[in-house]
Structures are given as structure tokens and as C-alpha cells.
């Protein structure tokens, strides 16, 4: 069921969940201050308890009212706000617990903030202040970058404000102070070199490593972006006629049916196709598809290859 901006403002008030558009996927929203709403979230989801929020916000100031005021990394933030906000990055920042709940921290002293781009986004937060979203999918299935994809995994009947398809397509870079340094937790379009120029041009000369695997935000333990069809990334082992997930500007000898992310050389064009191409798998009954992973190990496609091997698996 499709809401207006005025509808999804009174429905969030009630304390309903709604599905809402950002530049990267939907999000399945939620007022901070009512529980039943935030608890429900992890129910529609099935998404595990121990997996926190993040939280969506218009302005600067509203992060700052939750912010530890022990957080010693004050200019990079703001650094790193001016560059980067409005847009696809979240900072994870230790909060004063009482101002959110635990339900949102998963009973972390962290929570995760992000100011989204999407115009529409942005109206509605200036309105609702603060609203917890996490991506508007079920917990494990590709994230949904058109209202039609929160339809197919929660029902024709779940209210979505439709925003039109996700310009992004990928979740937000997900960053966080540990250790003495700042590490990426998810890639996302913000790459590391870019966190790393925004905080160098301001006087930070330090390195922004990428923390994956070493120290993984919570949610990486669990399954993600997966369709129903097995993904298969060896090429070399087609035989017969096969499904692939591949590029227009690519001969594919087996292919049955191309599931295309369009053209090699534009990753932002792949990255905007990515959840839907996933989708389109299921949708057609494929059972098994080949992914072609020959891409560069630089810039989006880093991101995109992270994301597609989690889809099958592999990570
Ligand atoms: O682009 C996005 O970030 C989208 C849109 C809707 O904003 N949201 C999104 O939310 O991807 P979600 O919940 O699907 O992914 C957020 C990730 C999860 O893996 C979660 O574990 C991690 O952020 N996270 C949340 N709070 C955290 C915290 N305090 N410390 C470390 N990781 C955290
Ligand atoms: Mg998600």
C-alpha cells in the first residue's frame, strides 16, 4: 500500500512501521521513542535481536543531542560530516545510553547514525525527527531498491512511501572509531580513500583500514543479500545452458539468460542493478545462476564483489 509523505508521517506518529526510500536501499522505519514499532521491525524482519539499528537523521546537531560527550574524535566527525552528509555513510559512535533505547543498541554502548540525501528522506526526518531504519528486506534476502521489492518480501498490503528506485543501490559505508583508528565496517560508494582524503584535508593524516574481517560490525556474522538460487562464481565449470549474472559488453558462450548489471565500465550502473538483478533470479524460477566476478579489484566494484560473494556465500 502505497503512502503519501503526509500519511507516513501520521502512521510513524502512531507507532506503525513504514517503509521509506533513501539513496542507497529502502528502510523499514520506525519513531526512536516508540518500542512496539522498533520491536516489531525486528520481527518483520526476522532479524536477530543482537543486530542493532541504525539511526536516520536530518541534521548534524540532532547526532550531536546523542553523542557521548566523552568522544574524543570531534573534528574528525566533523570532517567527516561536512564531506560526506547528506549521503551513504553511517558512523558508528559511542551515545549516552539513556537517550536510546537498548532494543535499537542490540545493549551496545554504539549506535549508528547516517544523514540520508534522498530528498524525500530528508523531508520526512525533518518532520518525524530521528527514525531507526534498517534495510526494508527479510533479514538474509537481497536489500529492496524499489518499493515493488518491499511489496514482494512483506505484502501488497505493507505501507511503503514510494520514492521511486534507489539512485545508489548499495547500503551506506559503514565507519567506526576503534582502536585509535577509523575502520570501515561495511564498503559501501564511500570508498577508504575517500574517508581518508575528507579527514587529510583536514589536518588527520591517518590511515582508514578496513576492518571486515578482523572486527566485523554485528551483522556481518550473519547471512545476507542471498537469493533462493545458488550462485556459482567459477565460469569455468558451466556445462550445458546456464543463467548469468553478468555485463552487456560480455560474450557468454552458455548463457540461456543474461541477468544483466549492464556494462563493464560503469560500476554505479551495476551497483543501482544489483538487488534487482538478484531478485529477478528468484522471481523467474532460476535455480542455479553463474556470476561473472572478472571485475577490477578497485573502486565500486570492490563493493559490489563484497556484496555478491556474501550473496552466494562465499563470505
Ligand atoms: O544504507 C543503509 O545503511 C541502509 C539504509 C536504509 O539507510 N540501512 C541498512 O541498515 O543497511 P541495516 O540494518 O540493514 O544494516 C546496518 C548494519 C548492520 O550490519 C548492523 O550490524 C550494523 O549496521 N550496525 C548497527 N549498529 C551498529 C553498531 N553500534 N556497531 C557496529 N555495527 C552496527
Ligand atoms: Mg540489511
Given at each position: 500500500?502505497?503512502?503519501?509523505?503526509?500519511?507516513?508521517?501520521?502512521?510513524?506518529?502512531?507507532?506503525?512501521?513504514?517503509a521509506?526510500?533513501?539513496?542507497?536501499?529502502?528502510?523499514?522505519?520506525?519513531?526512536?521513542?516508540?518500542?512496539?514499532?522498533?520491536?516489531?521491525?525486528?520481527?518483520?524482519?526476522?532479524?536477530?535481536?543482537?543486530?542493532?539499528?541504525?539511526v536516520?537523521?536530518?541534521?548534524?546537531?540532532?547526532?550531536?543531542?546523542?553523542?557521548?560527550?566523552d568522544?574524543?574524535?570531534?573534528?574528525?566527525?566533523?570532517?567527516?560530516?561536512?564531506?560526506?552528509?547528506?549521503?551513504?555513510?553511517?558512523?558508528?559512535?559511542?551515545?549516552?545510553?539513556?537517550?536510546?533505547?537498548?532494543?535499537?543498541?542490540?545493549?551496545?554502548?554504539?549506535?549508528?547514525?547516517?544523514?540520508?540525501?534522498?530528498?524525500?528522506?530528508q523531508?520526512?526526518?525533518?518532520?518525524?525527527?530521528?527514525?531507526?531504519?534498517?534495510?526494508?528486506?527479510?533479514?538474509?534476502?537481497?536489500?529492496?531498491?524499489?518499493?515493488?521489492?518491499?511489496?514482494?518480501?512483506?505484502?501488497?498490503?505493507?505501507?511503503?512511501?514510494?520514492?521511486?528506485?534507489?539512485?545508489?543501490?548499495?547500503e551506506?559505508?559503514?565507519?567506526?572509531?576503534?582502536?585509535g583508528?577509523?575502520?570501515?565496517?561495511r564498503?559501501?560508494?564511500?570508498?577508504?580513500?575517500?574517508?581518508?582524503?575528507?579527514?587529510?584535508?583536514?589536518?588527520?593524516?591517518?590511515?582508514?583500514?578496513?576492518?571486515?574481517?578482523?572486527?566485523?560490525?554485528?551483522?556481518?556474522?550473519f547471512?545476507?543479500?542471498?537469493?533462493?538460487?545458488a550462485?556459482?562464481?567459477?565460469?569455468?565449470?558451466?556445462?550445458?545452458?546456464?543463467a548469468?549474472?553478468?555485463?552487456?559488453?560480455?560474450?557468454?558462450?552458455?548463457?540461456?539468460?543474461?541477468?544483466?548489471?549492464?556494462?563493464?565500465?560503469?560500476?554505479?550502473?551495476?551497483?543501482?542493478?544489483?538487488?534487482?538483478a538478484?531478485?529477478?533470479?528468484?522471481?523467474?524460477?532460476?535455480?542455479r545462476?553463474?556470476?561473472?566476478?572478472?571485475?577490477?579489484?578497485?573502486?565500486?566494484?570492490?563493493?559490489?564483489?563484497?556484496?555478491l560473494?556474501?550473496?552466494?556465500?562465499?563470505?
Amino acid at each position: 500500500m502505497r503512502l503519501t509523505l503526509h500519511q507516513t508521517h501520521l502512521a510513524l506518529d502512531r507507532g506503525s512501521v513504514v517503509a521509506i526510500p533513501t539513496e542507497t536501499v529502502y528502510g523499514l522505519a520506525a519513531r526512536i521513542d516508540r518500542p512496539g514499532a522498533i520491536d516489531e521491525i525486528y520481527t518483520l524482519k526476522k532479524r536477530p535481536r543482537a543486530n542493532p539499528l541504525i539511526v536516520h537523521v536530518a541534521t548534524f546537531e540532532q547526532i550531536l543531542s546523542f553523542l557521548d560527550p566523552d568522544f574524543q574524535q570531534m573534528q574528525a566527525l566533523e570532517l567527516l560530516c561536512a564531506r560526506f552528509w547528506p549521503g551513504p555513510l553511517t558512523v558508528i559512535l559511542p551515545v549516552k545510553p539513556q537517550k536510546l533505547s537498548r532494543g535499537i543498541r542490540a545493549e551496545l554502548p554504539t549506535a549508528g547514525f547516517r544523514i540520508p540525501a534522498h530528498p524525500i528522506a530528508q523531508k520526512l526526518l525533518g518532520s518525524t525527527g530521528p527514525l531507526v531504519a534498517p534495510s526494508a528486506n527479510l533479514s538474509g534476502s537481497p536489500s529492496a531498491t524499489r518499493a515493488e521489492h518491499v511489496e514482494n518480501d512483506f505484502g501488497r498490503q505493507f505501507p511503503v512511501l514510494d520514492g521511486g528506485p534507489c539512485n545508489g543501490g548499495i547500503e551506506s559505508t559503514i565507519l567506526k572509531w576503534q582502536k585509535g583508528r577509523w575502520a570501515i565496517l561495511r564498503p559501501g560508494s564511500i570508498l577508504p580513500k575517500a574517508v581518508q582524503m575528507a579527514l587529510a584535508d583536514g589536518g588527520i593524516g591517518q590511515e582508514v583500514i578496513t576492518a571486515t574481517s578482523i572486527d566485523p560490525s554485528p551483522g556481518s556474522q550473519f547471512r545476507h543479500y542471498a537469493p533462493r538460487a545458488a550462485l556459482c562464481f567459477d565460469l569455468s565449470k558451466i556445462t550445458g545452458s546456464v543463467a548469468i549474472l553478468g555485463f552487456d559488453d560480455r560474450q557468454y558462450k552458455r548463457c540461456d539468460r543474461l541477468f544483466s548489471l549492464g556494462s563493464t565500465n560503469q560500476p554505479t550502473v551495476a551497483s543501482r542493478r544489483l538487488y534487482a538483478a538478484l531478485r529477478e533470479l528468484d522471481i523467474c524460477g532460476v535455480n542455479r545462476a553463474f556470476v561473472d566476478l572478472d571485475l577490477p579489484d578497485e573502486g565500486l566494484w570492490v563493493c559490489i564483489k563484497e556484496r555478491l560473494l556474501r550473496a552466494g556465500g562465499q563470505i
